[in-house]
C-alpha cells in the first residue's frame, strides 16, 4: 500500500493507527467477504479500503455522509462498489446481513457525556447486523494515561466530552461475539503537532514505547471480533 493510499484511508495519525488496517489485512480470509459497512465512516476512508478489494460496501453516518465521502472514492475509481446512507449506529437497520463491519474512533463521540449504556448499544446492534461467523473490525480511542486524559481535556475540543474506553471496556462490550483479539497501539505518537511530528513520535513508540509501556498507557485499541 503506497504512502497517499495509506493517508487516503486512515487520514490523521497515519503510522500509529494503521497498523490496525495491517493486522486486519494479514487476519481475514477475504476471499470470504462479499459484503461490507463501515460506521462512522464521514470521510469514507475504510469504505475505500474494502472497496479496494472488490467488496461491496455500505459508507454510513449519521448525515450526509455522500457530500463528504463521495469525492474521495471517486478519486479512486471505486463508487461502483460503495452505496451511501445515514444511519445511527445505535440503531442499524439490518440484520445477519454483513459479512464485515468496521470503523475508526467513533465509540468515545457517542458515548459522550459519559453514556456507558449507548456505547454498549453500539456493539448489541453491530452483532445484530453481522451474519453468523461475520467480522467486526474496529479501532478506537482508548482512555490511555493520566497524562493522556488531562491533556486531552485542555488541548482537544471535544477532550472533555467525549467518554474514552478501556481494554476492560472494550472486552466487556464485546463479550457476546464468539472470539476476539484486542490489540493496543502507541503511547506518544498523538502529541504530535503535525503529520511529520506524529510520524516522527510513532516511530519512538514502535522502537522502544511500546514493547515497555504497559496496555493501559497505550491509547489505541483494535482488533477482530467475530460473531
Request: glycine content about 8%; proline content about 2%; aromatic content about 12%.
Amino acid at each position: 500500500m503506497t504512502k497517499k493510499l495509506t493517508k487516503d484511508i486512515i487520514q490523521w495519525d497515519i503510522k500509529s493507527w494503521s497498523k490496525a488496517v495491517s493486522y486486519w489485512d494479514s487476519n481475514i480470509e477475504w476471499d470470504k467477504i462479499q459484503n461490507g459497512l463501515e460506521l462512522g465512516g464521514r470521510e469514507g476512508g475504510l469504505s475505500l479500503w474494502l472497496a479496494l478489494k472488490g467488496k461491496t460496501t455500505v459508507c454510513s453516518d449519521l448525515k450526509d455522509v455522500k457530500n463528504t465521502a463521495e469525492q474521495l472514492h471517486l478519486r479512486h475509481d471505486v463508487s461502483s462498489f460503495i452505496k451511501y446512507q445515514d444511519i445511527d449506529a445505535t440503531n442499524i437497520p439490518y440484520e445477519n446481513y454483513f459479512d464485515i463491519i468496521v470503523f475508526k474512533s467513533i465509540i468515545g463521540g457517542i458515548g459522550s457525556n459519559d453514556n456507558y449504556e449507548i456505547q454498549q448499544k453500539v456493539f448489541k446492534e453491530i452483532y445484530k447486523a453481522l451474519k453468523p461467523g461475520g467480522k467486526l473490525l474496529f479501532a478506537e480511542n482508548l482512555s490511555a494515561s493520566p497524562f493522556h486524559q488531562r491533556l486531552r481535556k485542555r488541548f482537544v475540543n471535544w477532550g472533555s466530552s467525549w467518554r474514552y474506553v478501556s481494554v476492560k471496556e472494550m472486552k466487556e462490550f464485546l463479550k457476546d461475539f464468539s472470539s476476539y483479539q484486542i490489540m493496543t497501539n502507541g503511547v506518544i505518537g498523538t502529541f504530535g503537532r503535525n503529520e511529520s511530528q506524529r510520524n516522527l513520535l510513532s516511530t519512538i513508540d514502535e522502537l522502544i514505547l511500546n514493547k515497555v509501556c504497559p496496555e493501559n498507557w497505550k491509547y489505541i485499541g483494535y482488533g477482530i471480533a467475530e460473531k
